[in-house]
Structures are given as C-alpha cells and as structure tokens.
C-alpha cells in the first residue's frame, strides 16, 4: 500500500474555530494511525484577507491541541531577532502565494491540451448573461462562448487590452463519479458544472484548482475535509482527469451545528480554539471532545486519550448526519481530564490564570496542596483560582451573608479559638477528633460547629473538606481568621447557641 498522506489546508482569513480543528484532528488521527504523513499547507490565495497573524494563530491551534505536521510552515528567528515563516518539507513551500509558478504552468499544461481555454468575457458581459439566463428559466452558468473563440478573434482582445481568465473546459455528458469514505458512493452530471474559472487575470489560481495541482504535487492519498466541499470535489476530479493524474481518496465531514439546530455561532461554540485555551479547558478535553464530533466507537465510548483515539479512529466510523455541539458535555469532558492530571500538572497549566487572577503562585508545593484539596471540584482551569484563592489569601473577605450566618455563633466559635490554640498536633484527624469532642460536650449538633468554623476559616459555606483546610491553613492563620471572624460578628450577634 502506498504511503497515506493527508493535509490540513485552512485559508488563514480569520480565527482558528472549532470546525477547522475538528478537520485537521481528523486528518492528524487518520495520519498517525497508519505512520502516515500529516501536512499543513496554507491556502492563502485570497491575498486581502489572509493574515500572518491568522497563520500563527492556526499554527498556536494546533499546538495547543498537541497536533503535530511533518511538513508544512515553521517559525524561525532571524538574525535581527524577527520572527519569521518558512516552509519545511520535501514539497514545499507550503503558502500557496509562494506556488503561482507552478499553476501557471499546469494552467499552461491545460491550455495545450485544449482542456481549458482563455476567456475574456467581461464582469458585465458575464452579468448580462446571467440576468438573460435567469429571465429565460435556464441554469445559471458560463455558457461556453470563449470556448469557440478563433486564434484572430483572441488576438483582437488581447489587443484591445482585455486581460483573459483561464476556465477549465467542462467535458459535456460525463458522469462523475467517486466513493466518499463516509458518504458512499456521490455521482454528478458535468452538465451540471458549467467551465469555471482556474487562474483569474492576474494570475492568481482559483481554490479548486490550486488545491488539486497541491493535493498532487504534494502527493497526498487521502483528502479529508468539511461537507461543504463536496460540491467541488467533482470539478476537482475532472482537472486530475484532464492532467492524467492519480485521484485520492475523498472524505467529507459532517457539519457541526449547536444544539438548537443551527449552523454555529460565535457564542455557541464558534469561537476561536485559543478562546478555550484561555477559558481553561485542557487539550486533552478538547481533543476528546472534537474526535466525538462525527465519529464514535460501537460501544459509544466517551472518555478517550489520545493514543485510544489514534488507534481506534477510522472514517468508516464517521457519521454523515451533522454533529451537535453540545458545550455542557465538552464542560463535562474537561473535569473528567483534569481529574488525570497530577496537581503538580494542574498547577504548570493554570500558572497563568492563577497570576492573572492575582494569587501568590509561591511555593508551588503550596499551591498544589490547595489544588489537591479542590481537583475533584474543577470543571475548567480558570474555575481553580475561585476554588482555591482563599486559602491563599492573606486575609478573607466576608460578605455579609456570612457574617449574618455567624452572628449566631460567637460563643460557639469563641470555644473552637480556644481549641484551636490547644491541639497538640494540628493535623486533619486531629482536629476533627477534637472538634467532635468539642460539639459533644457541648451538647451541640455537629453542624452547628462544623458550619461556624468553616464560615470563619474559609468566609464561604462550602469549600474543601473542613479539618484538611484546616490543616492546610495551619494553626497560625486559623486562630487568626477566626479571631477577625469574632470580632466582626460581635458587634451585631446574639451567641445564642451555647
Ligand atoms: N482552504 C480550504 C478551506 O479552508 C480547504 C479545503 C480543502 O481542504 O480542500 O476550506
């Protein structure tokens, strides 16, 4: 069998969203599951819209999402300590502006075997013609005319200055026909495709015809893309017919729509990948959630790593009916993956958040602890300095629930600082056994100790388990948070609990 070679080939006009790295995860599992080779080419014809920024903001997708290419654009840095993009690979250069020698000369090839030819026709020469076609109840397309156009009529335009386009010649009455990998098998009438246009005046190659003189030239066997494509796929068939070229195998990709139904949407879902970055999703989640977007195993298997999905990852296994979106399950999936990490990972993650959020991140030992204590409680990395920043904090902040709530338990908690000074040792077991004994001889309900001290130790009502916050905070900073605790709730108190 010949080597499989894929390609992630995204127009870098915009941000990096949730389709475009469900397709290239797709492309990258099928690659590596068959020690295949995964390609990122940069289809920047469009020369207005397309961004470096764009490009490196796909390139930082893909990295987030641990999605590696063998051969494609790399970053290097310059002399003058410029960053700047190269190719790198056998059949670069992989911008598709850094290409137009070589479709000038497939184009070239295709005029010589009389399979496209130069058209001159005008943009209102072409208008006119669609409006007449359209008044007329016939389909809307080039009619053909420069086809027959005789060598002396094209030298009159020419010398007239009209700068051609190049239109590849539709073969009339031939059905095209090609077996999707997920679809089965899609057959077209090229009555049904009018000539369309290759390379514009100035040069610059059409997608259908750039993507498949790249999809060759880089000889990829297998072209894995969005649905959306599927209508260009048989005019992409018939320029490989036309060149005598090998045809790949072709796959396309259901939608992805969110669970209204709807074509996503910026605030569902189509946001861009580093967005979620940023949100504190980890790679592992997202890359588990994308794989499940119109693929699943038998067994409907939901929790995958990445090695399981590389191994188990096939198109015959894709769904062609759309793929829903459902953020809920994507938030679901990141706790799952979190809840794998180590604390010490956890913490490397979400450094960042944690000094945007203002947290002292030293010593590290010390925060993970705090990470240790709450991990089965985070749903995204961003959740962790809420979940944790008080008992990193200097000092806590009541509100004035909480201190409504304590305004009933001052004696309580006047008896837990005394405790709290005494414990021998200041461990969890420890002080859970003491404040048990404490309620007992007090004749109090557990609750009505535990919740006070936890109101004052931590200023919330829920929090990590009591008496191992406690013992995290150490001796020290409890008696003094619940001294401050008192002395707030004194003031409008009743302490009639004991
Ligand atoms: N540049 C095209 C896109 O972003 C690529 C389509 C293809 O994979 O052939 O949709």
């Given at each position: 069998m010949s080597e499989v070679r894929v390609r992630f080939a995204p127009s870098p006009t915009g941000y990096f969203h949730i389709g475009s790295a469900r397709t290239a995860l797709y492309n990258w599992l099928f690659a590596r599951g068959r020690q295949g080779k995964f390609v990122l080419r940069i289809e920047d014809t469009d020369e207005v819209r397309s961004t470096v920024g764009s490009i490196k903001s796909i390139m930082k997708g893909l990295n987030y999402l641990g999605i590696d290419w063998d051969e494609g654009p790399a970053i290097v840095r310059d002399a003058s300590g410029e960053d700047r993009l190269i190719s790198k690979g056998e059949f670069g250069p992989y911008f598709q502006t850094l290409r137009k020698n070589f479709y000038n000369q497939w184009a070239d090839k295709l005029l010589e075997k009389k399979k496209a030819y130069l058209c001159f026709c005008t943009k209102d020469e072409l208008e006119d013609m669609r409006k007449k076609q359209i008044e007329k109840g016939e389909r809307v397309g080039y009619d053909g005319r420069c086809r027959r156009l005789t060598p002396r009529e094209r030298e009159k335009f020419l010398s007239h200055g009209r700068t051609p386009v190049v239109r590849f010649a539709v073969p009339a009455g031939k059905r095209i026909t090609f077996s999707d990998s997920i679809r089965g098998e899609i057959s077209v009438n090229s009555e049904e495709i009018s000539d369309f246009v290759i390379l514009r005046a100035n040069g610059t190659p059409m997608y259908n015809f750039a993507c498949v003189v790249d999809d060759h030239m880089m000889k990829i066997s297998d072209v894995i893309r969005g649905e959306d494509h599927i209508s260009n796929t048989p005019k992409q068939i018939l320029i490989y017919e036309a060149l005598g070229w090998d045809i790949p195998n072709f796959a396309h990709l259901t939608m992805i729509l969110d669970v209204d139904g709807r074509r996503l949407s910026k605030r569902k879902g189509a946001r861009s990948l580093l967005e979620y970055e940023d949100d504190g999703f980890v790679r592992e989640a997202l890359v588990n959630y994308l794989a499940l977007l119109g693929w699943g195993t038998k067994e409907s298997q939901n929790i995958f790593d990445v090695g399981e999905l590389v191994s188990k990852f096939?198109?015959?296994?894709?769904?062609s009916s759309s793929a829903i979106f459902d953020n809920q399950k994507l938030l679901w999936l990141n706790a799952q993956h979190i809840k794998k990490l180590s604390a010490a990972e956890i913490y490397r993650r979400s450094y960042r958040i944690l000094k945007e959020a203002g947290l002292d991140v030293y010593p590290a030992e010390k925060v993970q602890a705090a990470i240790s204590l709450e991990r089965e409680k985070i749903?995204?990395?961003?959740?962790i300095p809420n979940l944790i920043g008080f008992m990193l904090a200097e000092k806590v902040e009541y509100d004035k629930d909480v201190l409504a709530l304590g305004g009933d338990c001052a004696e309580v908690l006047k008896g837990l600082l005394k405790l709290m000074k005494n414990i021998e040792i200041f461990k969890s077991a420890e002080i859970e056994k003491e404040v048990r004994r404490f309620s007992k001889e007090n004749n109090l309900k557990t609750k009505f100790v535990f919740h006070p001290l936890r109101w004052a130790v931590?200023?919330?009502?829920?929090?990590?388990s009591l008496f191992e916050m406690c013992e995290f905070m150490g001796r020290e900073k409890v008696v003094e948070r619940i001294s401050v605790f008192l002395e707030k709730i004194e003031k409008g108190g009743r302490g009639e609990l004991l």
């Amino acid at each position: 069998m010949s080597e499989v070679r894929v390609r992630f080939a995204p127009s870098p006009t915009g941000y990096f969203h949730i389709g475009s790295a469900r397709t290239a995860l797709y492309n990258w599992l099928f690659a590596r599951g068959r020690q295949g080779k995964f390609v990122l080419r940069i289809e920047d014809t469009d020369e207005v819209r397309s961004t470096v920024g764009s490009i490196k903001s796909i390139m930082k997708g893909l990295n987030y999402l641990g999605i590696d290419w063998d051969e494609g654009p790399a970053i290097v840095r310059d002399a003058s300590g410029e960053d700047r993009l190269i190719s790198k690979g056998e059949f670069g250069p992989y911008f598709q502006t850094l290409r137009k020698n070589f479709y000038n000369q497939w184009a070239d090839k295709l005029l010589e075997k009389k399979k496209a030819y130069l058209c001159f026709c005008t943009k209102d020469e072409l208008e006119d013609m669609r409006k007449k076609q359209i008044e007329k109840g016939e389909r809307v397309g080039y009619d053909g005319r420069c086809r027959r156009l005789t060598p002396r009529e094209r030298e009159k335009f020419l010398s007239h200055g009209r700068t051609p386009v190049v239109r590849f010649a539709v073969p009339a009455g031939k059905r095209i026909t090609f077996s999707d990998s997920i679809r089965g098998e899609i057959s077209v009438n090229s009555e049904e495709i009018s000539d369309f246009v290759i390379l514009r005046a100035n040069g610059t190659p059409m997608y259908n015809f750039a993507c498949v003189v790249d999809d060759h030239m880089m000889k990829i066997s297998d072209v894995i893309r969005g649905e959306d494509h599927i209508s260009n796929t048989p005019k992409q068939i018939l320029i490989y017919e036309a060149l005598g070229w090998d045809i790949p195998n072709f796959a396309h990709l259901t939608m992805i729509l969110d669970v209204d139904g709807r074509r996503l949407s910026k605030r569902k879902g189509a946001r861009s990948l580093l967005e979620y970055e940023d949100d504190g999703f980890v790679r592992e989640a997202l890359v588990n959630y994308l794989a499940l977007l119109g693929w699943g195993t038998k067994e409907s298997q939901n929790i995958f790593d990445v090695g399981e999905l590389v191994s188990k990852f096939s198109l015959g296994r894709c769904t062609s009916s759309s793929a829903i979106f459902d953020n809920q399950k994507l938030l679901w999936l990141n706790a799952q993956h979190i809840k794998k990490l180590s604390a010490a990972e956890i913490y490397r993650r979400s450094y960042r958040i944690l000094k945007e959020a203002g947290l002292d991140v030293y010593p590290a030992e010390k925060v993970q602890a705090a990470i240790s204590l709450e991990r089965e409680k985070i749903k995204k990395l961003s959740d962790i300095p809420n979940l944790i920043g008080f008992m990193l904090a200097e000092k806590v902040e009541y509100d004035k629930d909480v201190l409504a709530l304590g305004g009933d338990c001052a004696e309580v908690l006047k008896g837990l600082l005394k405790l709290m000074k005494n414990i021998e040792i200041f461990k969890s077991a420890e002080i859970e056994k003491e404040v048990r004994r404490f309620s007992k001889e007090n004749n109090l309900k557990t609750k009505f100790v535990f919740h006070p001290l936890r109101w004052a130790v931590s200023g919330r009502s829920r929090g990590p388990s009591l008496f191992e916050m406690c013992e995290f905070m150490g001796r020290e900073k409890v008696v003094e948070r619940i001294s401050v605790f008192l002395e707030k709730i004194e003031k409008g108190g009743r302490g009639e609990l004991l």
